[in-house]
């Protein structure tokens, strides 16, 4: 399987655990990034990569999350003291450096915090 | 900032009839604009994508959209629908080089 892949695919804490998410974007992609999606809505934008940097983060984010992408390969995504607002499906995509390929979506991880 | 506006929530059609989604976006500058598809139970997947050049772009499965700059829009089109394309559309607007931005999505229904 070449695609984006999205490791676990569900996942259900307590309130106030920590939880980690990861992301094996395609090979040949210099950018990954990160949504998140709850019922009703289109993803939201959380942060994004280009090789192992982070050039964006977005200022809704809570700094309980945190992202890291070492060696420019995979990517984890940190949430620390989950909330139930946290729950929603974590997206992760990944783009050719051109910002006009548009991007490939793993399957998503979805977040249940009870 | 820029921003997504998808007027059609859910959007409920016969097979064989026409569709039109609507998308417009807020942002002055030049953009590239993107429709993505959700199938039940699939993931996110690119339909077409517009960034330059003719402003009636085809995508897969004899979808196509139209980039009306004066007017901020780009929406999709099918002459005619099938039940197969039952699914939630989105509309994303990337006019910087690093993120897009989505809009809600239109949920379709094909009825047979």
């Known amino acids: 399987d070449t695609g984006v892949s999205q490791n676990p695919r569900h996942k259900i804490t307590k309130r106030g655990q920590n939880v980690t998410f990861r992301c094996d974007p395609i090979?040949?992609?210099?950018?990954l990034y990160w949504y998140r999606q709850t019922l009703g809505q289109g993803p939201e934008f959380l942060t994004y990569f280009q090789n192992e940097a982070q050039l964006e983060k977005s200022r809704l984010l809570s700094d309980r999350f945190s992202a890291e992408r070492p060696k420019g390969s995979f990517s984890t995504l940190e949430i620390q003291r989950t909330e139930q607002g946290d729950s929603a499906m974590y997206l992760c995509a990944s783009s050719a450096d051109s910002y006009n390929y548009g991007y490939t979506f793993g399957s998503g991880t979805r977040l249940t915090v009870v | 900032a820029q921003s997504v506006s998808q007027h059609n929530h859910h959007v409920i059609l016969s097979e064989a009839a026409s569709l039109e989604l609507g998308c417009n976006y807020s942002y002055g500058g030049t953009v590239n604009l993107f429709w993505y598809v959700q199938y039940p139970g699939q993931h996110l997947q690119l339909l077409l994508k517009y960034f330059s050049g003719d402003p009636l772009v085809k995508g897969i499965k004899g979808f196509e959209a139209e980039f009306i700059k004066s007017k901020f829009s780009f929406n999709l089109r099918k002459p005619s629908v099938q039940w197969s394309d039952t699914a939630e559309y989105f509309c994303?607007?990337?006019?910087?080089?690093?993120?897009?931005?989505f809009g809600d999505g239109t949920t379709l229904t094909v009825k047979p």
């Open positions: 994303a607007v990337n006019p910087t080089g690093g993120k897009s931005t």
């Open positions: 090979s040949e992609h210099n950018r």
